[in-house]
């Protein structure tokens, strides 16, 4: 083979040529040789080393610095035990915990991250097979670990496999800490330099004795566990779209009470192929059609599917003409929120030092219903992480009841610092036992909701412009709307401008600037003097720009849902055409 003749870049070339020379097996050679017949997918696979982000690596599998492969995790791990290492020096021992989804190759790279981190002599608690993300970051904190790992792509497609990189607090990486692992990882050249055998009698094998503690500890969030007893047979359909979510979320609605817990039996097997759905990402119609299906064949009461890594939600509730309704992560989060906020006020939990979180690409409807009741709302940049972060800069001081975002991640209870399926499932079940009580369905406690506080609507598009040249005018998009934003908005008046670049909230009114105490991100909000919405938020990885609406309109009747629905959909679309994206 040679790679002078090949038609890729230099870069692929320089990488390839160390993969060929390097310490890999012959088999990943071999592999490398036969892809010389395809310049393209050995340029795709070798022109750059695979990105370790702020929240850890996240790639197509395959062989190649730009792949998931044993060696890419490897190195990654031994930038991250470097790391650690060098925050915690004097630590007489440093801990980890690692789990695993049940993607194709996920075990095998759990096994290679407990390997480097044992050899660089961590103590290592290894989950015996798959487990949610959440019952990961609950292992982090229960075992004082200084790092965690969770090996996942999310709710990507089946060629994508990932790593997630934990703090000791549970959270997903923060900054500093985020940038200085890119740092440590990016001198990690090749896989001579990993430590990967030797530490073997550093691992520790954990399974049913953390499950049945994380369990526990999910059990007490339970608010009326009365009403679950008297509806116990609440009538739930359950998919976990092959993951993990079917190790814990029907054992944990059983220990609850819920007698009456239909799982999705085709889609109940682990199987990193995701063989009956397109993809399994609940936010999508497609993911969750088999469920809903089996919901109308037995008039189920509610409906709820996990990703794979169990850490969101997506949920589907049966309206009054029988059909059955796919609900955002917006509704979902605030009939959650409508519910356990109003049980801490009625069981009079709330003493007036409480808070919730959302991000600032969540609805406004939450923080309503939150400021109604006396409770304080946190908003923080979009990703968990940043949840994570306000409580631990609270902890101590304030009370967390729970938090969430728009894209179907919530978080009830501070045990766990991520997005938590297994706790949300429950909360959601408890909800329709509570629902019922009051002879409604979830639907109709949505319905009420919008009733009291107003019907919000959310919209999203999301703006893409290819290469080079699309990404500069993105950014020339963000400058123009810096330079000269929108003073009213399809006619409604701007009151009030938050750049959090700048750090600077403006009221346009009365001129007043305060200062926003967030990271700093390229991200632009607009609200009207009628409530509404708009936020301009730019990828900072690849040429795309989004747009999220929220607009808010009046329900005065139950009856009235479908038009005011409408109308506000109609709002989201003449919002667009007035800021000339459509």
């Known amino acids: 083979m040679d790679i002078n003749t090949l038609n890729i870049d230099e870069s692929a070339k320089i990488n390839v040529k160390a993969w060929l020379e390097g310490e890999y097996d012959e088999a990943t050679k071999q592999a490398i040789r036969d892809m010389a017949a395809n310049p393209t997918e050995l340029n795709e696979s070798f022109y750059r080393h695979l990105e370790f982000g702020t929240g850890g690596l996240r790639g197509i599998m395959g062989v190649g610095t730009n792949r998931m492969n044993k060696y890419t995790v490897a190195m990654a791990t031994q930038g991250l035990a470097n790391y650690v290492k060098k925050v915690n020096a004097g630590e007489k021992?440093?801990?980890?915990?690692?789990?695993?989804?049940?993607?194709?190759?996920?075990?095998?790279?759990?096994?290679?991250?407990?390997?480097?981190?044992?050899?660089?002599?961590?103590?290592?608690?290894?989950?015996?097979?798959?487990?949610?993300?959440?019952?990961?970051?609950?292992?982090?904190?229960?075992?004082?670990?200084?790092?965690?790992?969770?090996?996942?792509?999310?709710?990507?497609?089946?060629?994508?496999?990932?790593?997630k990189a934990y703090w000791?607090?549970?959270?997903?990486?923060?900054?500093?800490?985020?940038?200085?692992?890119?740092?440590?990882?990016?001198?990690?050249?090749?896989?001579?330099?990993?430590?990967?055998?030797?530490?073997?009698?550093?691992?520790?094998i954990i399974g049913e004795d953390v499950d049945k503690v994380y369990l526990q500890r999910v059990e007490q969030n339970s608010l009326n566990p009365e009403l679950i007893k008297k509806h116990h047979d609440v009538k739930i359909v359950y998919t976990p779209l092959h993951g993990t979510g079917i190790t814990l979320i029907p054992r944990m609605l059983k220990q609850l009470g819920f007698t009456n817990v239909n799982v999705v039996e085709a889609q109940a097997v682990p199987d990193g192929n995701f063989p009956t759905t397109p993809s399994p990402n609940p936010e999508e119609k497609a993911a969750m059609s088999m469920a809903v299906e089996l919901a109308r064949k037995i008039d189920a009461d509610i409906v709820f599917?996990?990703?794979?890594?169990?850490?969101?939600?997506?949920?589907?509730?049966?309206?009054p003409d029988g059909e059955w309704m796919l609900l955002n992560g917006n509704q979902t989060m605030s009939v959650l929120l409508y519910y356990i906020l109003r049980q801490w006020k009625e069981k009079e939990m709330l003493t007036g030092n409480e808070f919730i979180v959302k991000t600032i690409v969540t609805s406004e409807l939450p923080a309503d219903i939150a400021a109604r009741l006396g409770v304080k709302v946190y908003d923080v940049l979009t990703g968990f992480k940043f949840i994570g972060a306000k409580i631990k800069e609270l902890e101590g001081i304030e009370t967390f009841i729970a938090g969430g975002e728009e894209s179907y991640g919530y978080m009830i209870g501070d045990f766990v610092r991520d997005k938590d399926a297994v706790a949300a499932c429950s909360m959601i079940a408890e909800?329709?036992?509570?629902?019922?009580?009051?002879?409604?369905?979830?639907?109709?406690?949505?319905?009420?909701?919008?009733?009291?506080?107003?019907?919000?609507?959310?919209?999203?598009?999301?703006?893409?412009?290819?290469?080079?040249?699309?990404?500069?005018?993105?950014?020339?998009?963000?400058?123009?709307?810096?330079?000269?934003?929108?003073?009213?908005?399809?006619?409604?008046?701007?009151?009030?401008?938050?750049?959090?670049?700048?750090?600077?909230?403006?009221?346009?009114?009365?001129?007043?600037?305060?200062?926003?105490?967030?990271?700093?991100?390229?991200?632009?909000?607009?609200f009207t003097d009628k409530g509404n919405k708009v936020t301009v938020r730019p990828s900072g990885t690849e040429p795309k720009i989004k747009f999220y609406f929220g607009v808010k309109g009046e329900l005065p009747c139950p009856h009235c849902f479908d038009d005011v629905n409408a109308a506000l959909d109609a709002k989201i679309e003449a919002i667009k055409k007035s800021m000339k994206l459509c």
């Open 431 to 526: 909800m329709a036992a509570w629902a019922r009580e009051q002879g409604k369905t979830f639907f109709d406690v949505l319905v009420d909701i919008y009733r009291e506080y107003g019907f919000y609507k959310e919209g999203l598009l999301s703006v893409v412009r290819k290469g080079k040249s699309g990404a500069e005018e993105i950014q020339q998009m963000m400058r123009d709307y810096r330079s000269n934003p929108p003073q009213e908005i399809d006619g409604e008046k701007v009151v009030c401008i938050k750049d959090y670049q700048t750090h600077e909230s403006k009221d346009l009114i009365t001129g007043k600037v305060t200062k926003l105490d967030l990271p700093t991100s390229n991200v632009l909000q607009f």
């Open 168 to 204: 000791s607090d549970g959270c997903q990486l923060t900054a500093p800490h985020d940038e200085a692992v890119i740092e440590e990882v990016l001198k990690i050249k090749s896989v001579g330099d990993v430590k990967m055998t030797g530490g073997e009698k550093n691992i520790t």
């Open 305 to 319: 599917a996990s990703d794979p890594d169990a850490d969101r939600v997506g949920v589907a509730v049966k309206r």
């Open 93 to 163: 021992e440093l801990r980890a915990a690692v789990s695993h989804d049940s993607r194709n190759h996920s075990r095998e790279f759990a096994e290679i991250t407990a390997s480097v981190l044992a050899a660089n002599g961590y103590k290592v608690y290894l989950f015996d097979g798959m487990r949610p993300t959440p019952e990961l970051s609950f292992a982090v904190r229960h075992f004082h670990c200084h790092t965690g790992v969770m090996v996942t792509a999310s709710h990507n497609p089946k060629e994508y496999n990932g790593y």
